[in-house]
Nanobody, 126 residues
Framework: QVQLVESGGGLVQAGDSLRLSCAAS????????MGWFRQAPGKEREFVAT????????NYADSVKGRFIISRDNAKNTLYLQMNSLKPEDTAVYYC???????????????????WGQGTQVTVSS
């Protein structure tokens, strides 16, 4: 059973940085792409960033491009999201997600991810 656990969220001021982590357990870190999504109060879940399995190809939402960096350490079974220059509109619950085994390419679409973490709250004050 795949288990994903996010950590690193918190309350910060606009302009600050945070690094989210997502630890995968319950099986070996399979050959699968991963992603970060977020959901703000009263809004639908939205794509943030995705990273492929092997070559680390990345893709970002326009709203975070140039500020956020997604990365992964396959040896540690961990996914990261470095968030810089945070804005109040980045306030949301952030979720990590994993595609099925051998789905190595990243995706912007939540329906491509069968495995999800429980989320971590990020609050950015102005």
């Amino acid at each position: 059973q795949v288990q994903l656990v996010e950590s690193g969220g918190g309350l910060v001021q606009a302009g600050d940085s945070l690094r989210l982590s997502c630890a995968a357990s319950g099986r070996t870190f399979r050959k699968s792409a991963m992603g970060w999504f977020r959901q703000a109060p009263g809004k639908e879940r939205e794509f943030v960033a995705t990273i492929s399995w092997s070559i680390g190809s990345t893709n970002y939402a326009d709203s975070v491009k140039g500020r956020f960096i997604i990365s992964r350490d396959n040896a540690k079974n961990t996914l990261y999201l470095q968030m810089n220059s945070l804005k109040p509109e980045d306030t949301a619950v952030y979720y990590c997600a994993e595609r099925a085994n051998l789905d190595v390419g990243g995706s912007r679409y939540s329906y491509d991810y069968p495995y999800w973490g429980q989320g971590t709250q990020v609050t950015v004050s102005s």
